[in-house]
């Protein structure tokens, strides 16, 4: 497990052999979101050889969730169960101790055979290992009740008025304290320990200095209040750990130069992380220049729209350089000081190493199997995530200093899913919202991954979270549930906008909130759209009248198909094929009748993995083409490169069906390019969508397929060349309405009024506590 914080902070002095062992809950997980990241600063770093002991009435696999937040600091020692388990920072258990708990133990079972002629003991259904907690009401319990834990050579232990645990003899989170100091030959150091609860009283018992934080339970107070090195703070949480560190003489006021960097804000209201530049970068005789993005219906330009209106903003990108400190780099750059005169583009120099690891290599080869449900594809390298890390770190510090206080910081895709844990940390004022622009597996799937946990609790330190369908929605949700206990906050139905039982991806609710370890995380389904005022304006354009004219005569009366993806197994290519060969065999009346245009988006250079790929398209297209070709015809038209977008809606436009089937996708905005490019030219187009494409989900109207059923390709491509004029009319138009209403500056309009509803509800909340 890695540990996840920003870059250490000035070290302090007054406490390099400092062991605070605190109780969790109440303690080091309550105050002021100030106070517990200066908690969090001391003890990661910031006072040098300092330790800290999680000391918890919690069961050990609870607390692993806290392992993943940025938020708190990372213990050197665990004691949890009020004692019963003693483990390292990293679960290791320590020394003896932890199998002398084991063997003085009876046993849960006989424990519970023993007490269950008490009906009074309701079993607590919590994680727990060498103890048995219920609950039990004030006075209830009896002599017998006592002596037949007696009988069991066990003690009992009652708190806060309702809890009782049943814990080996002798076992207590104060003599569990002594024997760690002991077994790890921590004398020498200053030991403090914090609490709230009576469950906390033998901590104190123990003769450490102690720290009872603000607002705790008055039955510990009253029975520690005469106890000497005692220190009753008014604070709660951890800011009474702060008041008490001072009070026993450890100095926790942040240096002037670490209060400086803490107090550095920007001026940009929003700030949109992404990994890409909102221009190209080209080295034109020894000379950067800035030339528009090759896309002109991506995702760059729409959100480059949120900046026109005069909203000062910064977009957080990489430049690739010769090194991470390049001379005389321009951190700043203009991105278009007539359009958005108040946008910066904050730069972070990365070199060609930087990019091939964090984003070729280690996003491509492990993260992407994953996300597609390919993980026999994937590859895992601790040293790539070690790099992925260090990028994010960057791109989270670089926001950090962009944002204004309070202001929205919005991250793009997974290959910044760890930027929300560095930044949560560097600045709790933001506003974090994260859209994930792929689709997110089934949580059996997304485990596999060695660091999930850490990917869990960093998206967590969201304020809100979206995702292009509610399947991937309730997938994340799954996830989040092996990870720690979920309090559901709300559900929404999704019906009538999205398909439910009528597709692989349909759910009938979908989550919209959640509470996690106190935080609350809105969620939301965002399916990105198209420019379909662009679409329009490019059909009518007289060089793609042109291009569609040069299509048609190729073509020559025949019904072209067409098909355009990138190189990748997850669009499915060569399943595609065969089943298009296999229409070509079972229907000989299609031979000379369809033409299969098939474009394929080469990847980018230094894609290694799809290599393989590539040369088994070729084989089987020149398979195809071989077996069927005549003098006329050819019946797959292949194209292995990528087209201009006005190329693009020309093949839109010259073609009657749309085969859009990958194995996995996101979303696929192939799919609704087409629809408004039929609809611009005022033709009917029908279009086949896989199941497993998020936009399924969206596009009533389009033929579902399930592109790993190879009768079932074939036999929907066959009902698509053979549709009547009427339903492709009627279809076209349903789709077309969808398309048009949720165009792209919909989706990004929706996505930022969700945040913002969401902030201003969680305000409301606060206010009233």
């Given at each position: 497990m890695t540990a996840l914080m920003p870059a250490r902070p000035p070290h302090l002095s007054g406490a390099s052999n400092l062991l605070l062992a605190t109780d969790l809950d109440g303690t080091l997980l309550a105050g002021t979101s100030e106070a517990r990241r200066r908690v969090r600063e001391l003890f990661s770093g910031a006072l040098p050889g300092a330790r800290l002991v999680f000391i918890t009435g919690r069961g050990l696999e609870s607390i692993i969730p806290l392992l993943s937040d940025p938020t708190i600091p990372a213990p050197d020692y665990i004691i949890a169960d009020v004692g019963a388990t003693i483990v390292h920072g990293d679960l290791r258990p320590v020394g003896p101790l932890h199998h002398e708990q084991a063997a003085n133990w009876p046993g849960s079972q006989a424990v519970l055979r023993a007490l269950s002629g008490f009906p009074q003991l309701q079993r607590q259904t919590v994680p727990q290992e060498r103890r048995c907690s219920f609950f039990l009401a004030e006075g209830g319990i009896s002599d017998a009740l006592r002596a037949a834990v007696e009988a069991l050579d066990c003690d009992l232990l009652f708190s806060a008025g309702r809890y009782l645990d049943v814990l080996p003899r002798g076992v207590s989170k104060g003599s569990a304290l002594r024997r760690l100091v002991a077994?790890?030959?921590?004398?020498?150091?200053?030991?403090?320990?914090?609490?709230?609860?009576?469950?906390?009283?033998?901590?104190?018992?123990?003769?450490?200095?102690?720290?009872?934080?603000?607002?705790?339970?008055?039955?510990?107070?009253?029975?520690?209040?005469?106890?000497?090195?005692?220190?009753m703070a008014r604070a709660e949480g951890c800011g009474g750990i702060l008041e008490g560190l001072a009070h026993h003489g450890t100095l926790v006021e942040p240096s002037d130069a670490a209060q400086q960097q803490s107090d550095r804000r920007g001026d940009a209201d929003l700030v949109m992380v992404y990994h890409r530049l909102p221009f190209d970068e080209v080295v034109?005789?020894?000379?950067?220049?800035?030339?528009?993005?090759?896309?002109?219906?991506?995702?760059?330009?729409?959100?480059?729209?949120?900046?026109?209106?005069?909203?000062?903003?910064?977009?957080?990108?990489?430049?690739?350089?010769?090194?991470?400190?390049?001379?005389?780099?321009?951190?700043?750059?203009?991105?278009?000081?007539?359009?958005?005169p108040r946008l910066k583009a904050a730069r972070i120099p990365l070199t060609a190493e930087d990019v091939d690891l964090f984003y070729k290599k280690f996003s491509k080869e492990a993260f992407w199997p994953i996300i597609f449900s390919f993980p026999d594809k994937a590859e895992f390298h601790q040293a790539h995530w070690e790099c992925f890390l260090e990028v994010n770190r960057l791109f989270a510090e670089q926001t950090a200093r962009e944002a204004a206080e309070g202001a929205v910081a919005w991250i793009h895709d997974y290959n910044l899913w760890m930027v929300p844990a560095f930044l949560r940390a560097l600045r709790p004022d933001l506003k974090i919202a994260f859209f994930h622009h792929t689709a997110f597996p089934s949580s059996d799937v997304f485990n596999i991954l060695p660091w999930r946990r850490d990917i869990i609790g960093s998206l967590l330190q969201c304020d809100y979270v979206g995702f292009?369908?509610?399947?991937?929605?309730?997938?994340?949700?799954?996830?989040?549930?092996?990870?720690?206990?979920?309090?559901?906050?709300g559900t929404v139905p999704c019906a009538p906008r999205y398909l439910t039982y009528g597709c692989a991806l349909g759910v009938d609710t979908m989550t919209s909130a959640i509470e996690v370890g106190g935080r609350t995380v809105a969620l939301g389904a965002h399916p990105v759209g198209t420019d379909v005022g662009l679409i329009g304006r490019l059909a009518g354009s007289q060089p793609v009248q042109d291009n569609i004219g040069a299509i048609d005569a190729y073509l020559n009366g025949v019904t072209g198909i067409v098909s355009i993806e990138r190189l990748d197994y997850v669009k499915g290519s060569l399943e595609k094929l065969q089943a298009f060969e296999r229409l070509l065999e079972q229907h000989p009346e299609m031979l000379g009748k369809v033409t299969l245009l098939n474009i394929i988006t080469p990847a980018a250079p230094g894609m290694e993995i799809y290599e393989s790929l590539r040369v088994e398209v070729d084989r089987v297209v020149g398979r195809i083409n071989g077996r069927f070709s005549t003098l006329n015809w050819v019946p797959v038209r292949y194209f292995y490169r990528s087209l201009p977008f006005e190329e693009v809606v020309a093949h839109y436009a010259a073609c009657g069906v749309a085969w859009i089937t990958p194995l996995r996708d996101g979303l696929n905005l192939v799919a609704k390019e087409y629809i408004a490019t039929r609809k611009a030219v005022g033709k009917p187009g029908v279009l086949i969508m896989s199941e497993f494409a998020g936009a399924a989900v969206e596009l009533h109207g389009a033929l579902l397929t399930n592109p790993y059923d190879a009768n079932a390709m074939t036999a929907t491509l066959y009902q698509a060349l053979t549709m009547g004029h009427d339903e492709a009319v009627y279809r076209t138009g349903r789709l077309a309405a969808i398309v048009s209403e949720h165009d792209i500056k919909r989706w990004g309009d929706d996505f930022l009024g969700a945040v913002a509803r969401h902030t201003a509800a969680e305000a409301v909340v606060k206010e009233a506590a």
């Open positions: 077994a790890e030959g921590l004398g020498e150091a200053k030991v403090v320990v914090a609490g709230d609860t009576l469950n906390d009283l033998s901590m104190f018992e123990a003769g450490y200095p102690g720290i009872v934080v603000g607002g705790a339970e008055p039955a510990l107070v009253e029975c520690v209040r005469k106890l000497p090195g005692v220190f034109e005789d020894g000379v950067m220049t800035q030339r528009r993005p090759k896309s002109p219906n991506g995702i760059i330009p729409t959100l480059l729209s949120f900046f026109g209106g005069g909203q000062t903003g910064s977009w957080v990108a990489w430049s690739q350089q010769d090194s991470r400190e390049p001379d005389d780099f321009e951190s700043h750059v203009t991105v278009d000081a007539e359009r958005y292009h369908i509610p399947r991937y929605v309730e997938n994340f949700v799954d996830a989040v549930r092996s990870f720690a206990p979920v309090e559901l906050l």
